[in-house]
Every structure is written in structure tokens, then in C-alpha cells.
């Protein structure tokens, strides 16, 4: 394999281009026209315009990406995330044109893409399932049956869904009809099939998911877990290796039931099983996303394995060069998504252009991004500016290395999510591992941060104040009370 398009844009498919240097692998970018003096598209080796800005006229234009892989010779394609990289049609269209698709087979692809047909593919592997149905519901009045039988609350959640679409918490019989009126509709909108399903809901449950890397010579191994129960509408935002709560015999068994849905379809390269796991540490299983996941890099830290290059390095036909037993967690990892989004008005976009944008630097501090200072934010795509990655040898020190590199992390003209990021590290439920996915509901709050803020910019108006005062040269000292913030800080 010689040259490879990343059919995908910012900071993932300038993530996976580097990896592709450090291999000696040429990289070809495709970009739209909004994207066109993206840091991706001029490190690429060669780059390729897909269209207009709007993703359906350019990311999503498999015809046009063929094109461009037919002109230049490419002999692989790495989807990234998002776009197309779970389309089991493109990666028909790949294979037919002879192109190596780097990531799993159509199988895998399609199988674990239906919610319904996932489970139904894992069930012969003995994998805890959350209580439900296995089949899709139509008729409301059967449905509201099986509800009851089940027990409240329950969830209807879209077969084809995914991040919240199509999903309803459904706590009586009395809103059960409106609700599953609401999924099938959304579901219809926004997957283009209206299949639901229902199961019980997991009331206070935490996200645990399971790196699983396979090869074509029947070789699976999993890289352990990562936590993700910090989310704000279903999507994760804090993510961290491994996790507090997991002891290793659970750790095995939940490693070996994610090697199990990965075997169950024939899964080749690197992809991710996802657990409920409740109160008692039961776990449940919940999907299978193949391909490579936004958060990989905290795996990657903990066990020293660059997923990229090993998705590569299957793609062309190589069996694994390590096994279960040369895998072992050290230290610790967290990530923290940098969104375009206002910490302080429950997560609205925010647009705009980057004015002031310096990066946090320092051991054991990773930032993958896909901008740079002067640049605008597109409202056309995933509002995700970076990923803010830190390592430490243990679980307080990488904390400890987030609210540094949140502290160095300048961006201004747009709100970001940094001052969420620092909400969560100083949280107490955070800081003891007593987290769920609710979280946010039930320690955030747009006021709580701007609470938590005033006290941090106090102590900066006071420092500055001193500092100011003695670039004049003053000889009378500031009045400022002896019990001041700043003044009993390790500066």
C-alpha cells in the first residue's frame, strides 16, 4: 500500500495522515470548498476538492472520492469517523473498484449497523443483554404489551439509531403511545427506517466500552476499556483509560464478551463493542461501532498501540504482532472534547472565527485538532474544534494535567467546552469515579459553572491588580485582604 485517501476532513483525517507518513504511506485529502486551507488538506501529499461546502455535495459523494482514487492511483481508503466510514454500500463500492477499504468487512459493517440484528448476530456467544425485544414493533397496542411485561421505565430506541435519534424513556403506560409515536417518526426523519424496539432502561448506568482489534488470520484481541458516562444529549464530551470502577476479573469478562460480538461477524480491524454496565456491575451489551471510535487516543496512551497503524497494517493482509497476554494498562488517560458549543448556555453551537487559538503543550499532553488561529468554524459539520488528550501514571495525575492544559488552552471567538472540561475535573462525583450518564442532569447546570468560574476570575483580577502595581514600581502594597484566593494559591 503506497497511497491512501482519508475520506474525511479536521483533526481525525490529519490524525490518521501522520500516521500514514511515519509508515512512508503517501496521503491524498479530499476536501469541500469551505475546507479548502484546512491544515489537512496542505499536509496531505496531494489533495482533491469533492464539491461545495454542504457534506452531501462533498464528504458523503462516494462517486466523486472513487473519481478522485482512480486519478491518483490510490490504493487504499480510510474512512476516519462519521461520513461514510459505516456505509456498507461505499465499502461495496470500494472493494468493486478494487480499492482496499481500511477498515471491516460489509458483513461486520451491515450486521452491527441494525441494533436489532446486532443482537440477534451476538446471541449464539451467551453476551448479557439488556431485557427486551428482539424484533421490531409496529403495532402500539402489542408493543404497550410487551412494555408491561418488561416493566417500567422502558426505552424505544430506533434500530437503525444512534447518538439519541429515534430514542424515548418511557416511565408509565399513560405516555407509552405518544412516545412511540415520537420514535418511529424520528427514526423515520433521520435513518430513513422506522424499526424500534424496546428494552429495559438501565436507570443509573454507566458507558464502558471495549477496543477490539482483529485480523484476517482469526487473531482478536481487546486493548481494555474506556469510560464515557460523561455525556450531554447522548454524545460523550469526557472520556478516560480505563476505567475507575472496573477490577480485572469483570475487565476479562467484558474483554472477552467484546472479543465475542467481534468473532460473531467476522470483524476485521479496529473496532469498538459498547456496554451499559449498572449499580451492581452487571454489564450489558448495547452496539458495536466499526470503525475507529473519537476517542482512541486514550487507548493508545495506555497501552502504547497506534490503532491507525495497526488498521493499516491489517488492511494489507498482516497478522497482528502481539497477543492478549503482551497487552497491559499503564497509567492513565483522559480526553476531553473541545466543542464549539457554550458551556454556559446548556451547549448551543457557537460560531465564529478563531481570533486567539494556543495550544496547550507539556508532557503527557496530546492535542489532536484540524484548525488554527485566524480560521472560521463551519456551521456545515460536527461542531468538535480538538480532542484534549493527557496522560499520567495515575488517574489524579492526568487530571491534574487536564486543568493545566484547560488553563494554557487560549481560544477565543467562539464559547467552547473547556470550561465544562474544568467543571468536571474539580467535581467531586467525578474526582471519586461515582459517575453515570447522568451526570450533567444531576450536577450541571448553566449556572453551576458560572458559579464555579466568578471565584477563578476574582483571583485572576486580583493577581493582575498586583502584578500591574509592581510593573509601576509601587512602594505601597495593594490592599488585598490576607485571606486572598490568589495570594494562598501555589503560583
Same mark, same amino acid.
Given at each position: ?172 403506560? /399513560?405516555?407509552? +403511545?405518544? !412516545?412511540?409515536?415520537? $420514535?418511529?417518526? @424520528? &427514526?423515520? *426523519? ?115 498501540? /497506534?490503532?491507525? +497503524?495497526? !488498521?493499516?497494517?491489517? $488492511?494489507?493482509? @498482516? &497478522?497482528? *504482532? ?170
Amino acid at each position: 500500500m503506497k497511497k491512501v485517501l482519508v475520506a474525511n476532513r479536521g483533526e481525525i483525517a490529519l490524525r490518521i495522515m501522520r500516521t500514514l507518513r511515519k509508515m512512508g504511506i503517501q496521503s491524498v485529502a479530499v476536501y469541500s470548498e469551505v475546507d479548502r486551507l484546512a491544515p489537512h488538506v496542505r499536509f496531505a501529499d496531494e489533495a482533491v476538492c469533492l464539491g461545495p461546502a454542504a457534506s452531501s455535495e462533498s464528504y458523503l459523494r462516494a462517486d466523486k472520492i472513487l473519481e478522485a482514487c482512480k486519478k491518483l492511483n490510490v490504493d487504499g481508503i480510510h474512512p476516519g469517523y462519521g461520513f461514510l466510514s459505516e456505509n456498507a454500500t461505499f465499502a461495496q463500492q470500494v472493494a468493486d473498484a478494487g480499492i482496499t477499504f481500511i477498515g471491516p468487512g460489509i458483513k461486520a459493517i451491515t450486521l452491527m449497523g441494525s441494533k436489532l440484528a446486532s443482537k440477534e448476530t451476538v446471541a449464539a456467544y451467551d453476551i448479557p443483554m439488556v431485557p427486551g425485544t428482539d424484533h421490531a414493533i409496529t403495532d402500539i397496542p402489542a408493543a404497550k404489551t410487551i412494555a408491561e411485561g418488561i416493566g417500567y421505565p422502558i426505552l424505544i430506541k430506533a434500530s437503525a439509531g444512534g447518538g439519541g435519534k429515534g430514542m424515548r424513556v418511557v416511565s408509565s403506560a /399513560d405516555e407509552f +403511545e405518544e !412516545q412511540m409515536k415520537r $420514535a418511529v417518526s @424520528e &427514526a423515520e *426523519s433521520s435513518f430513513g427506517d422506522g424499526s424500534v424496539f424496546i428494552e429495559k432502561y438501565v436507570t443509573s448506568p454507566r458507558h464502558i466500552e471495549i477496543q477490539v482489534l482483529a485480523d484476517t488470520h482469526g487473531n482478536i484481541v481487546h486493548l481494555f476499556e474506556r469510560e464515557c458516562s460523561i455525556q450531554r444529549r447522548h454524545q460523550k464530551v469526557v472520556e478516560e483509560a480505563p476505567s475507575a470502577v472496573l477490577t480485572p476479573e469483570l475487565r476479562a469478562r467484558m474483554g472477552k464478551s467484546a472479543v465475542d460480538v467481534a468473532r460473531s461477524c467476522d470483524y476485521v480491524g479496529a473496532g469498538t463493542v459498547e456496554f451499559l454496565l449498572d449499580d451492581d456491575h452487571n454489564y450489558y451489551f448495547l452496539e458495536m461501532n466499526t470503525r475507529l471510535q473519537v476517542e482512541h487516543p486514550v487507548t493508545e496512551l495506555i497501552t502504547g498501540v /497506534d490503532l491507525v +497503524e495497526q !488498521q493499516v497494517q491489517v $488492511a494489507r493482509g @498482516e &497478522a497482528l *504482532s502481539f497477543t492478549q497476554e503482551d497487552l497491559t494498562i499503564t497509567g492513565h488517560a483522559l480526553e476531553l472534547r473541545v466543542y464549539a458549543e457554550d458551556s454556559y448556555n446548556n451547549f448551543l453551537p457557537s460560531t465564529g472565527t478563531l481570533s486567539r487559538y494556543i495550544r496547550p503543550v507539556g508532557e503527557g499532553i496530546r492535542v489532536d485538532d484540524g484548525f488554527e488561529e485566524g480560521m472560521e468554524i463551519p456551521i456545515y459539520y460536527d461542531p468538535m474544534i480538538a480532542k484534549l488528550i493527557t496522560y499520567g501514571s495515575n488517574r489524579n495525575e492526568a487530571m491534574s494535567k487536564m486543568l493545566k492544559a484547560i488553563e494554557d488552552y487560549k481560544i477565543e471567538g467562539v464559547e467552547t467546552t473547556l470550561p465544562f472540561g474544568r467543571f468536571v475535573m474539580h467535581n467531586e462525583a467525578f474526582q471519586t469515579g461515582q459517575i453515570d450518564t447522568h451526570f450533567v442532569k444531576k450536577y450541571y447546570s448553566d449556572e453551576d459553572v458560572k458559579n464555579f468560574e466568578e471565584p477563578e476570575a476574582e483571583i485572576a483580577a486580583q493577581l493582575a491588580t498586583w502584578l500591574l502595581e509592581q510593573r509601576k514600581g509601587a512602594f505601597h502594597p495593594v490592599d488585598v485582604p490576607a485571606s486572598s484566593a490568589w495570594k494562598n494559591r501555589d503560583l
